[in-house]
């Protein structure tokens, strides 16, 4: 059994105890219009579609005469109450979750941009100074790969490494947007687990390929809208085997998910379906004494709280 991890959050004076995440729910107790919801790709037989998640059951979007969303749907909550309503005058049809194939929320992103060096803990690991600017890498969209899917560790590289990450999908185009407008230009948020080649990270003196061999960015399960949670204040953690490797708060940001988007949006026009990776915090394997990466047979969970837990196992190329 895990032994449950404490930490205090930097300038709070607040402890937190991280054994155990509560589990969302489609609803919040708000009003109507500021309920959360949980949105998934799923596959079924042959077929993808879009639903939203309500405990162990799925209800299919694909019939809805509105039409399966866009991120930009998402973002709207004119939209949201439409499928809250749907949902809850059992207008759409529902499968258990059990029996569908859980996708990657963002399959084809335009751009995946990153931010290293963001949590408080991670950057004391390292002995690093706090960055004054958001330090930013990119990973090629096509290591986007599924929950439960494979992770492959390529044949020509020794240290393969795990980071919990949240995820930040854009639902509109923002350019020089302020951080006290950005959540008006999120669809929601996911998990990603940024996969990292540390022998070619390190080896190139720059992050691109050692962030983007194929299947290096599982993602998902959900897509998780913001109305009732605040995604600066969630538990993270990684466990690999089921052994605890990272425990750690959004509250450790040195840069928050609002403040990133103002940058980004300063420096690149963001559209529907861009990710933004917020940064791990401390505990990834590379910095562990001895080492601790990761090797084929392995199974990787990240979780987030309130978000979920993204599961994937490593084989060899």
Excluded at 102 to 127: R, T
Excluded at 137 to 159: G, L, R, Y
Excluded at 166 to 180: E, H, P, Q, W, Y
Excluded at 181 to 199: E, F, H, K, L
């Amino acid at each position: 059994m895990e032994k449950p991890v404490e930490r205090a959050s930097h300038g709070s004076g607040i402890t937190r105890r991280m054994d155990a995440f509560p589990a969302g729910k489609l609803f919040s107790t708000g009003s109507t219009n500021t309920e959360v919801m949980r949105f998934i790709r799923y596959s079924e037989g042959s077929t993808q579609h879009w639903g939203v998640v309500v405990e162990d059951m799925v209800y299919s979007l694909a019939d809805v005469p509105f039409g399966e969303p866009t991120y930009e749907d998402i973002a709207t909550p004119g939209f949201r109450e439409k499928v809250q309503q749907a949902v809850a005058t059992d207008a759409l049809t529902g499968i258990p979750r059990a029996d569908i194939r859980e996708l990657a929320p963002v399959p084809n992103p335009g751009k995946i941009a990153c931010v290293g060096l963001n949590y408080h803990d991670h950057a004391e690991e390292q002995d690093e100074e706090i960055p004054e600017k958001p330090i930013l890498f990119a990973k090629s969209s096509t290591s986007v790969t599924n929950p439960d899917a494979a992770i492959i560790h390529p044949e020509d590289v020794e240290q393969v490494d795990y980071e919990v990450e949240l995820g930040i999908v854009m639902g509109r185009t923002a350019k020089n947007v302020t951080a006290t407008d950005a959540s008006d230009y999120i669809a929601g948020y996911t998990v990603v687990n940024d996969v990292s080649a540390r022998d070619a990270q390190f080896e190139d003196g720059q992050f691109f390929r050692g962030k983007s061999y194929d299947t290096f960015a599982p993602m998902g399960p959900e897509l998780v809208t913001e109305d009732a949670i605040d995604p600066n204040a969630l538990g993270v953690r990684t466990r690999v085997n089921g052994d605890l490797k990272q425990s750690s708060n959004t509250e450790e940001f040195i840069f928050d998910t609002y403040e990133i988007v103002e940058y980004l949006s300063r420096v690149m026009t963001l559209e529907p379906g861009d990710v933004i990776s917020t940064g791990t915090p401390g505990g990834v394997g590379v910095f562990r004494e001895p080492p601790e990466l990761l090797e084929p047979s392995d199974e990787v969970e990240v979780e987030i709280e309130n978000i979920g837990v993204l599961r994937n196992h490593v084989i060899a190329e």
